[in-house]
């Protein structure tokens, strides 16, 4: 398959992983990058020793939905900055005229953002493990099919926030964005259907919102919702698949015609420069 070998096996931007990692722990802002990362190990030490305490009584399926709802925040803010950020530090030029195509750029960023997910997750599997351990009375089957619904649901947003990095002129542009999007879509628009149609709006809710659907798998008294239990999720994982993959592709057209839009879209600082002059 030629298509893995470019984008995948012997694609030269995977460096872009090995590239995050460092701008994540060192680089100008090195000091305050480790000194959030202790932080965040502190608080983290602080949730996993508690969850340990009480594992036997905690359904893992929650901690699932804990995940999912942080990494909805999360995930933005990681991948904002991966086009966007390049072209304000003005070394998108440069990484146009690299011997890579327009979907190597595209999906080395993707995985490198993909990567950085990666350990936040099996930071997180770590709780979960314990609980399913724990835990008599804990359906593992239903525990795996959430993790899995949580894990397409956020390369979904990956993908989604890579396309708006992509369309922003900054960082900050493009995280504003990508939260207003994902605030509106998964926060706004729920409440509105909830509030509106009631009855209807909840079920309605409970097979298509992710976080819904992850509140319904700890439900054991809805007998009627037991035949969904299986297949809605699987419906979830399907549909972030299709989208994240139409979002990787829609990002490639887009760096393909950044040369056409960098020629009307000024830079970020040219209204400094031009009072500078």
Known sequence: MNWWSELVSDNPM???????????????????NRAVLVLLLVFYTLILVTI????????????????????????PVMAAGAIAGERERRTWDILLTAPVTKAQIVVGKFM?????????LVACGLMVVSCMIANP???????????????????MLI????????????????????????????GAVPIFIGALFERTGADFLELSYPFATLAKLTDTSDV????????VPLCHDAIYLLL????????????RKMEEIKDFMP????????ARA
């Open 267 to 274: 830079e970020p600082d040219a209204k400094v420069g031009k």
């Open 159 to 186: 993908a989604l926030s890579l396309f708006v990095s992509a369309r922003s002129r900054t960082t900050f542009a493009a995280i504003g964005a990508c939260v207003g999007l994902i605030f509106t879509i998964y």
């Open 224 to 231: 009627k919702w037991d035949h969904f239990r299986w297949t």
């Open 14 to 32: 995977l460096i872009e992983i090995s590239r995050y990692r460092r701008r994540m722990l060192s680089g100008r802002e090195g000091g305050g």
């Open 52 to 75: 340990l305490r009480f594992s036997r009584d905690i359904d893992p399926i929650w901690i699932i939905e804990f995940q999912t709802g942080l990494f909805t925040l999360l995930l």
């Open 112 to 120: 490198a953002i993909l990567a950085g997910y990666g350990l936040f």
């Open 244 to 255: 994240a993959a139409a979002m990787l592709v829609a990002t490639t057209v887009t760096v």
């Open 137 to 155: 009375n804990v359906r593992i089957g239903l525990t795996l099919s959430a993790e899995l619904l949580s894990t397409t649901f956020a390369i």
